[in-house]
């Protein structure tokens, strides 16, 4: 095995892809049968249907096809066909997909339909006089769409259901009405005209008491009644939204056994025909089926039966249908097209397909054949040479892989295995007319995902999902070898080129290498073997994200008639061998990059960075610009200069492993390296190589858009052909083993099939494949049932055509035995076998045992009996047969242990009861803050309920708590706010005050007062506003009014947009649900609280009544009253619920009690007692008993269970009656002895007379104690009704609230997005403000310097005025000396060298012209005196510094100009985007408010609310009316009533502003002819004395003190002197420059004299090398001993020497370096010694001598 070469990395280079040419679609096979509905004729001959990628026109005469791709290249929603069949359009699927509408035969597109939806289409139809059209989009919108599509408008949108929808269509009798079913529903639609526009009003039909059901099929009847069919095979005959009744065969039987897809029914029959999934076509006679419905106002179903019906086949499962004059053309999803000849229906299969998913494909070595497998359990058989179906078996079971046997195995190629989802592998034979089954075995238990076959062609890999690899023996009737068990589910394999090893990859990310296996193992117990295997991980290499390619331009629609469009596209016509969707990477993008760049002026948000092709454009947005602003968009872009692309920003990336990703595909290279290229999970695109023994990965290249799913060589094994998730084949010519990353050296070629099946937003997509033929022909499968055959055009070798000679082999030998379904597999049966086995062996010992047992247990009874015949002098005692003792001990103690466990037993279950209660009180009661408890009344029947409250959640006091935290952070960040803005203005009023003027003298003082004046003026000047000037607040109030003046906004108007105080979102409506929850909790706690202390309250009541009615008894025992009725209280379980937990042991013995008695009574029964039994008796008394015994210890039980206050009222009556008592006994034994006296008589009537009152009182009491409570328990009860029906109406806007938050929690994620969008323009907006107010002040402190700079400059003219004096013969002079242009040298900075100042000055660009001016000497006129020539010298030096600093100071000045337009610039260009995204924001605020309005909520009113009159009544439809609150009205009044005062209060406003205005005319005129007075008089007295006009600030400039002249004359002859040192310094410089350059010259000379010397060394060492070894030894230390001092003494060449330098060098020495050495070879950079050679190194450096 030879090593892993060294890791290559991609390089930035691309491979190189292949001309789109190079393939073309040659046939389509497939055909997407699931999909409803996917037939149709554009033609009488030419049926249309879509099949993965593309829209395919069959002509069912020739069976010959054309294909026309679709645009977008990401799929096919829907195709609806124009009435006219003119036209036809097609929905796409994709990101904001566009519907595009074809006119027909040409197929080129002439419309162009955006923003009908968000990922896909579901249905489409066209209105029945072809004007409209309307669509049905996919998850997650759901919107129903109608369109103008002669315009390309949209009319009217509402969103159709929150599920699926199968079909839509126009109404055929009543214009504007629509109707759509779906998943579980059916909804009819009328398009409305209300005050505030056209709407979309969508009934969903009321199932009532039928099951709910999916719909697919329906029909429209005349008389406005609907037809539908379920999905359990009934008829629905629907009136408006309701359900009339239900249409069953006679003995409630289905209409059909399934879904009813098909509906049909033609105005003028009399028959209905319906078509369901059970392949039955039924005819109903029309006028039986009206009756039916008209009698379904009585009964709910009603019978018919059929005319006639047609069954097409058993396997068909019909899914669309068309009806022709001499045929009809059935489309089944079991697999097949089939043609019904009318009127003799007869059937004729003319298109057969699979059913479903096709999972695999393989194709033969030698021949045109292909096979494919599918979910549908087929495999067939294809000749795509003939482009026809051979044959094709079923099988039981799904099929999940497949591949064919090559010559190793079976030298005529005519054996495939395939893999099944039940775990079997069966070997099928190609025959003449079938397959042959050649071998059938079951390797595993669940489905099988891999088949590999050795290099060798000697065993054959299976893997499957249940963890395990089994091995079969191919060339000895694939005998079982033996299988591995893993950690988890083996998903791909592939064996190593020398057959070692096998490579896993498994579901668990795992990457395994299992060694192969031995030949002959020991099976003889089990199968499994324990094979050596490792795990393979690497470290991925750190990539760095490429940037997304620029979009491309979309294709411009074709012109129509009408002159819309542009030019037909290339590649828009459909041709017979048009590729399906070969625009997926370049044209298959261009819509979403047109609708990314259709935005305001054609720029993006901003939001990305911009790249060569111009600025990205976020996806999905800007989309709604359209048409002539995207070209308009265009030409700008066209006109703005492209920016240079930003630097690349290197991302630190964290180290990834390949065990942390799940591997999808693998594939070892072709080598004896044993590489191998893995696609992993979580790298998309991406394809890598690696080594079992390498850490790293060797390398990787991007390979496609999609993760890589499928990954095989060709026939040739010159190309590697892949598929990804997401629909794409790659070819790709095979690269080098260890050189993948080298991308520049492949070619490859790509297409895309893909039709992406959207669920929840998970693709669920694969593409198989097979190159047949060596390469000339590329067959690709996919799971939505598509099959395409390209022809390839590949570079490739000599072709190998098929061999044509080779027959095919007769079907005369039979099947083998096949492996029936729910058998063992190979190893589960072995080791079932093993088992039985086993058992067997049990048996047969424990038979012998129990023999065994059963004779000495015969033996031992007839021991036994012989025994007793005994005499008992011979009778042996019993005891002596027991054998062992404690035998006897060990069963009582097992009896005892089972005793214990019983009681344990019983225990466990007592706790397991208590448990259980307590988990039902956790679960039921503990929850509830208040439990349902009822309160009844003393007399009267009247009852009160509580409200059953639950406790408030955790959640909920959590939510509450944050918000009082919030509230208190946002006080204090505002308090924060204004504390921090006055402490910021006074920092920087501090800081203004803490500016010094600098002043120096008077004028300077003067001059500076007289230029703030200047400049407070021009500042006052510049707040003047324009006459034409408005307030852009008035501007903005008026344009307000005008759009809102007499215009009530209702939030039912397509146009309303609500206010940003309004504007609600998810969190915003959780809140409103939390607190509407909270107020709903209070109130009821609120009547809760009362209702508990009325209950209270009854207590108190019921004691003092009971204390009174003992008082009472004792009245009536002194009266000697008996039996008096008392009212007693009654008590009620449900008063008093949370008593249910008080338990006694009487409670308990009752229940024990009744329980006994309940067995007795069945035992009595059982026995015959009761009717006839004499035993009846006695138990009855005994019962009897026990009855009184019970009732006896019952008021026992309540005597001593009484309450304490009982006994305390108790007590102290007691005492009142036992004075009474003993008064009445003494009275009574005093009237024993003697007769009472006429006083006693008369005390004692009045005792009696006390007696009777305190009676009588205690019932008065006790009688208004009742009422009293009665009355506050109605007045309670009333009370509850109130607040119950109040309760209601809040829980059922609760409803409605949560509605809305599932509404807006979809929505949340848009509007969260645009919210982050426009916050983070406004930040930027923000800083760039900032920005360009600093940028403002540092261009006014540029100006004021510039300023000050030309009055320095004006003041030095001044000065050389003065100077000159007045008829100064030498002023022309020495002015031309004054004004003379230098180029003056730049002043040395510290510890220059003089090198870099030459250099700079060279850099500068300074030409000859510059430097003349300087070499014409000055000198001083003559006659004129040398102290003025020196101070013109010095002025002019001063003049220079000037204008050096103002020209320095102008360019710094127009620099900031320039930056400060490009930050308004930008400025404006965010300022548009934030208009934008404002805009985007209504568009969604108005989304958001009609997806709110399809919410129906509920209002109560009562009549005298309803002002809604027609004809002096209330109309019966109250749709037309409109609900206002009562605040509503009163704000409206209100603000009526305030705009009139407020209009009024501006018209005194603005007349009293005319008067003013008036008043400060008059006044400006007066000021201005005051002014202009006063300018003149000063002309005057100016012209008068001095005879011009004298400009006051140049008078100021020139009064100049003496002393300030003299200075300078000493400056002037001070920089003479430093002038003329200065000459002579540069003559000394010179002179040393020319010796500089000589020696360079003469160092020169020797270097490449040195440079031919080592050469002929270098050639010496060796000729020495191979002649001499000992001298080559020598050479090699005295090289090595070189090298070392060479890297001890290296002088690193300077990074920074510039280019001037070199050729300043090569300038010098021109002739010192010849262009070749002696030998004639070019000379070599050598690095030298410095020790020997003492040269410049430097000057060595520039010349490029030392490397």
């Known amino acids: 095995m030879e090593s892993p070469a060294a890791p290559v990395a991609p390089v930035e280079q691309k491979a190189e892809r292949l001309p789109q040419d190079a393939g073309k679609l040659v046939f389509s096979f497939g055909f997407e049968g699931t999909r409803r509905n996917n037939i149709c004729y554009i033609e009488p001959s030419i049926l249309m249907h879509t099949c993965g990628n593309t829209i395919h026109f069959l002509d069912v005469r020739t069976m010959t096809a054309t294909y026309l791709p679709s645009v977008g290249g990401l799929g096919i929603g829907a195709v609806a066909i124009h009435p006219t069949k003119k036209y036809f359009a097609v929905c796409e699927k994709g990101i904001n997909p566009n519907i595009y509408i074809y006119d027909y035969p040409s197929l080129v597109y002439t419309k162009v339909l955006k923003d009908g939806t968000e990922r896909l289409f579901s249905a489409a139809a066209f209105k029945h006089d072809g004007n409209q059209l309307a669509t049905v989009g996919g998850y997650p919108d759901y919107w129903l769409t109608v369109w103008d599509w002669h315009n390309e408008t949209i009319i009217l949108r509402a969103k159709a259901f929150s599920q699926e929808v199968f079909n839509v269509s126009f109404s055929k009798y009543f214009s504007g009405q629509l109707l759509t079913s779906g998943v579980g529903h059916i909804r009819f639609w009328n398009m409305a005209s209300t005050f505030t526009g056209m709407k979309l009003e969508g009934f969903i039909g009321k199932f009532g008491q039928v099951p709910l059901s999916d719909i697919a099929g329906y029909v429209e009847l005349s008389n406005g009644k609907v037809l539908s069919g379920t999905e359990g095979g009934g008829i629905i005959v629907w009136e408006g939204e309701l359900v009339k009744c239900q249409l069953k065969r006679k003995g409630g039987l289905s209409c059909h056994d399934g879904m009813v897809e098909i509906t049909i029914h033609e105005t003028g029959v009399n028959e209905l025909i319906t078509c369901g999934s ?743 000047l510049k707040t003047k506003p324009d006459d034409a000037y408005a307030n852009p607040e008035d501007l903005e109030a008026i344009k307000h009014a005008e759009n809102t003046k007499g215009d009530f906004k209702l939030k039912t108007d397509l146009t309303y947009v609500p206010p940003v105080e309004q504007r609600t979102n998810a969190v915003k409506k959780r809140n409103e649900m939390v607190f509407l929850y909270e107020a709903i909790h209070d109130r009821k706690m609120s009547f809760n609280s009362e209702f508990l202390s009325l209950r209270e309250k009854k207590k108190q009541i019921r004691f003092q009544i009971t204390q009174r009615n003992s008082r009472i008894s004792e009245i009536n025992n002194l009266l000697r009253i008996k039996e008096e009725p008392l009212y007693t209280p009654l008590t009620f379980k449900d008063e008093a619920p949370e008593e249910r937990n008080n338990i006694t042991k009487k409670d308990l013995d009752d229940y024990i009690e009744r329980k006994r008695k309940a067995e007795m009574k069945v035992e009595e029964k059982d026995k015959g007692g009761g009717f006839g039994g004499f035993g009846g008796g006695p138990v009855k008394k005994v019962e009897r008993k026990a009855e009184k015994a019970e009732k006896g210890a019952e008021k026992a039980e309540e005597k001593k269970a009484a309450d304490p206050q009982r006994k305390m009222s108790r007590k102290m009556s007691e005492r009142v009656s036992r004075k009474t008592i003993r008064e009445g006994e003494i009275a009574s034994t005093t009237s024993a002895l003697r007769a009472p006296s006429i006083l006693e008589q008369a005390e004692q009537e009045a005792f009696i007379v006390k007696l009777k009152y305190e009676k009588a009182l205690n019932k008065e009491r006790i009688d208004l104690l009742i009422s009293t409570f009665d009355s506050d328990l109605e007045d309670l009860r009333n009370r509850r009704f109130t607040l119950d029906v109040k309760i209601k109406g809040a829980e059922l806007k609760m409803l409605i609230l949560y509605q809305e938050l599932r509404l807006l929690q979809t929505l949340q994620p848009k509007e969260q997005a645009l919210q982050n969008r426009h916050t983070a323009k406004l930040l930027e907006a923000e800083d760039l403000l900032s920005k360009i107010s600093d940028q403002e002040k540092a261009v006014e402190l540029k100006k004021q310097e510039v300023a000050g700079l030309q009055d320095k400059k004006q003041q030095l003219l001044v000065e050389f005025e003065q100077m000159m004096g007045e008829n100064n013969p030498f002023r022309d002079t020495l002015q031309k000396i004054y004004t003379k242009k230098i180029k003056r040298p730049k002043p040395k900075e510290p510890g220059e060298e003089s090198d870099s100042e030459e250099e700079s000055d060279l850099e500068e660009g300074g030409s000859d012209e510059d430097f003349e001016e300087e070499e014409t000497p000055e000198v001083c006129p003559s006659g004129c005196e040398e102290s003025l020539y020196a101070s013109v010298l010095a002025l002019r030096e001063r003049r220079l510094d000037v204008d050096e600093a103002l020209v320095e100071n102008v360019k710094l000045l127009d620099s900031m100009q320039r930056e400060k337009e490009t930050k308004l610039k930008k400025k404006k260009g965010i300022d548009v985007a934030l208009e934008t995204i404002k805009r985007e924001l209504g568009e969604f605020q108005k989304q958001k408010q009609t997806a709110l309005n399809q919410i129906d909520v509920a209002v109560t009113l009562y009549m005298h609310q309803v002002e809604y009159i027609e004809n002096a009544a209330i109309p019966k439809d109250l749709s037309g009316g409109l609900v206002f609150t009562n605040a509503s009205l009163k704000q409206l009044r209100a603000t009526i009533e305030r705009h009139v005062a407020e209009k009024a209060a501006l018209r005194r406003l603005q007349k009293d502003l005319r008067k003013e205005y008036a008043a400060l005319v008059r006044e400006r005129k007066a000021e201005e002819e005051n002014t202009t007075d006063t300018e003149q008089r000063v002309i005057d007295v100016q012209m008068l004395r001095f005879g011009q006009v004298i400009d006051l600030s140049v008078v100021e400039l020139i009064r100049v003190r003496r002393d300030t002249l003299e200075l300078k004359d000493r400056v002037k002859q001070q920089e003479a002197e430093y002038s003329a040192e200065l000459g002579e310094l540069s003559r000394n410089l010179d002179d040393a420059t020319d010796e500089l350059a000589r020696a360079m010259r003469e160092n020169s000379a020797s270097l490449y004299t040195i440079a031919d010397l080592q050469e002929k060394r270098n050639a010496i060492e060796a000729a020495s090398h191979r002649l001499f070894p000992l001298a080559a030894k020598f050479f090699s230390r005295l090289s090595l001993a070189e090298h070392e001092n060479q890297s001890e003494s290296h002088i690193p060449r300077p990074a920074d020497r510039k280019a001037s330098g070199r050729s300043r060098a090569r300038a010098i020495a021109p002739d010192c370096r010849p262009e070749r050495s002696s030998h004639g070879q070019p000379r070599s950079p050598i690095k030298l010694r410095p020790q020997q050679h003492r040269i410049n190194l430097p000057i060595a450096n520039e010349l490029g001598l030392i490397v």
């Open 278 to 1020: 059970d392949g039955y076509i039924r005819f109903w006679d029309f006028g039986t089926w009206l009756d039916a419905a008209d009698d379904g106002d009585e009964k709910l179903i009603c019978e018919v039966n059929p005319l006639r019906e047609l069954f097409v086949d058993p396997e068909c499962k019909i899914k669309g249908i068309l009806f022709e004059q001499d045929h009809w053309m059935i489309q089944d999803e079991g697999g097949a097209l089939w043609r019904v000849h009318v009127p003799s229906f007869e059937l004729e299969q003319i298109l057969e397909f699979h059913a479903g998913a096709i999972v695999s494909i393989a194709s033969s070595p030698n021949s045109y054949y292909i096979a494919t497998a599918g979910t549908d359990g087929t495999v067939r058989l294809y000749n795509f040479k003939q482009q026809k179906q051979i044959y094709k078996r079923r099988f039981s079971a799904p099929c999940t892989t497949m591949i064919w046997m090559p010559r190793t195995v079976d030298p005529k190629c005519k054996t495939i295995a395939v893999g099944f989802k039940d775990g079997v592998v069966r070997m099928l034979q190609q025959c003449s007319t079938r397959w042959r089954l050649l071998h059938a075995m079951k390797p595993h238990n669940m489905e099988v995902t891999g088949l590999k076959l050795s290099p060798d062609g000697e065993l054959l890999a299976t893997v499957s999902t249940d963890a395990t690899i089994f091995f079969f023996h191919c060339l000895e009737n694939y005998r079982p070898i033996g299988f591995c068990k893993f950690a988890a589910g083996v998903g791909c394999l592939d064996w190593s080129p020398n057959g070692d090893y096998v490579l896993l990859a498994c579901k668990n990310c795992e990457i395994l290498e299992v060694a192969r296996p031995p030949l002959h193992p020991d099976t003889k117990v089990t199968y499994e073997l324990a094979l050596p295997s490792r795990a393979i991980s690497f470290l991925l290499p750190k990539i760095k994200k490429p940037k997304p390619p620029p979009p491309p331009q979309q294709p411009k629609p074709a012109k129509t008639s009408e002159g819309e469009g542009g030019e037909n596209p290339e590649g828009a016509a459909a041709t017979e061998g048009t590729p399906p969707a070969e625009r997926a990477s370049g044209e298959g993008q261009a819509v979403e990059g047109k609708e990314g760049e259709a935005g305001e002026g054609g720029e993006g948000e901003g939001e990305g960075e911009e790249g060569p092709e111009g600025p990205e454009v976020a996806e999905g947005e800007g989309a709604e610009g359209g048409g002539r602003e995207a070209e308009e968009g265009k030409n700008k872009k066209k006109k703005k200069k492209k920016a240079p692309p930003p630097p690349a920003v290197e991302e630190v990336l964290p180290d990834e492993f390949s065990s942390s990703f799940q591997a999808r595909a693998l594939l070892y290279t072709k080598s004896s390296m044993n590489t191998f290229y893995v696609s992993l999970e979580g790298k998309t695109g991406l394809l890598y190589e690696s080594h079992a023994d390498s850490k790293d990965a060797l390398g990787y290249a991007p390979w496609s858009q999609g993760t890589l799913t499928t990954l095989e060589y060709t026939h040739s094994m010159e190309y590697v052909v892949s598929g990804t998730a997401d629909g794409v084949v790659r070819i790709n010519t095979t690269p080098h083993a260890g050189q993948l990353g080298l991308v520049q050296q492949q070619k490859y070629w790509e297409v895309s099939m893909r039709n992406i099946q959207v669920s929840r937003l998970t693709f669920l997509y694969r593409v198989m494949f097979t190159i047949a033929t060596r390469n000339l022909y590329l067959a690709s499968v996919a799971h939505d049932g598509s099959f395409f055959l390209y022809e390839m055009s590949l570079e490739t070798g000599a072709p190998r055509h098929p061999d044509t000679k080779t027959k095919d082999l007769e079907d005369t030998l039979p099947d083998a035995s096949d492996v029936p379904p729910g058998v063992y597999s190979i190893e589960d049966d072995k080791q079932k076998t093993e088992q039985e086995n086993k058992l067997r062996t049990a048996l047969q010992k424990k038979k012998l045992v129990t023999d065994r047992l059963d004779r000495i247990r015969r033996e031992l009874e007839e021991l036994i009996k012989v025994n007793k015949e005994k005499t008992p002098t011979e009778m042996i005692p019993f005891e002596t047969f027991e054998i062992d003792s404690s035998l006897r001990g060990i069963l009582e103690n097992e009896i005892k242990e089972k005793v214990r466990s019983a009681r344990e037993e019983l225990q466990w279950e007592s706790e397991r009861s208590e448990i259980a209660l307590s988990k039902l009180r956790a679960f039921l009661l503990d929850p509830l803050e208040v439990e349902h408890i009822v309160l009844h009344a003393f007399r009267t029947d009247g009852h009160v309920c509580s409200f059953r409250t639950e406790k408030l959640s955790p959640e909920m006091k959590m939510i509450e708590e944050a918000k009082a935290i919030t509230d208190d952070k946002s006080k204090t960040q505002e308090k924060d706010g204004e504390d921090g803005k006055e402490g910021g203005e006074s920092v920087v009023s501090e800081l203004e005050e803490g500016e010094d003027d600098d002043i120096i003298t008077k004028q300077d003082l003067r001059r500076l007062k007289l230029k703030k004046k200047e400049d407070e003026y021009e500042d006052y």
